[in-house]
């Protein structure tokens, strides 16, 4: 069985509209590259008790979970002490993070700049391959601990790429751009459905085109590359060809 992931996502600014999570759509592309499934996404508040209390929740039933948020040097960055608070652990300044943060600042580094040295007692550092990054990605046992600036974030899971790497064959995604509706595809889509019960397929209206051009947009995906083709050949050739715009991998 594949390994199963959820995502934790820490902020006030998300559930207020202030700042969109682009986030956990790219930790879903990155898990799927890896074939880790990402079962669960839950956003909460800049709050201890909240934040420790789903990501005990999401501990207990998914095999890896990613936090994504507050752990920068201001009042509501609070990631750190709720893990800790979840775990029942300590939190300590880490004397890497701090020698780091003092080189990186110099002269302007003040106890707020070292705010961002603390971690929960455990943490382990991932700084990837190759050379050392300049900040390593967070590691707690099966617990991700990693920023929310989305830059940040996408290469501290590249970081983590070696770490997380394992049997799993990668999904692959393919695709059918049709030009009816969902509702006369309906039946198509049945028919595959149900010859290829191994792949899943999905179907995704649009409802304005665009340069694109297309109505909807069927998806064939799965780990078995043969499988994901057979499935989207089958779908396409059943379609008139009035309708079928463009098959995509």
Not at 95 to 119: I, N, S, Y
């Amino acid at each position: 069985m594949s390994r199963t992931a959820a995502a934790l996502v820490v902020g006030d600014e998300v559930l207020s509209g202030k700042i969109h999570d682009s986030n956990s759509h790219d930790l879903a592309k990155f898990l799927r590259s890896l074939g880790v499934e990402l079962r669960r996404i839950v956003t909460v508040p800049d709050v201890v008790e909240s934040i420790a209390e789903e990501l005990n929740a999401l501990s207990t039933r998914f095999d890896l979970v990613f936090t994504s948020g507050g752990v920068g040097p201001t009042h509501d960055d609070v990631t750190i002490d709720a893990i800790a608070f979840a775990l029942g652990r300590t939190t300590l300044r880490h004397p890497a993070l701090e020698r780091a943060l003092r080189e990186h600042f110099a002269e302007r580094c003040t106890d707020d700049h070292l705010r961002m040295a603390t971690v929960v007692e455990g943490t382990e550092l991932c700084y990837g391959e190759g050379d050392p990054a300049p900040w390593p990605a967070l590691k707690l046992g099966s617990i991700f601990i990693l920023p929310g600036v989305p830059q940040l974030f996408r290469a501290h899971l590249e970081l983590l790429r070696p770490v997380l790497s394992g049997a799993e064959r990668a999904f692959v995604v393919e695709s059918v751009l049709c030009s009816a509706d969902e509702a006369r595809l309906k039946p198509l889509i049945d028919r595959v459905v149900a010859g290829y019960p191994d792949v899943g397929i999905g179907s995704y209206p649009r409802f304005r085109d665009g340069d694109e051009g297309y109505t909807v947009r069927i998806t064939f995906d799965a780990r078995d590359p043969a499988q994901v083709r057979a499935a989207r050949d089958t779908f396409a050739s059943s379609l008139p060809p009035e309708w079928l715009l463009r098959v995509e991998p």
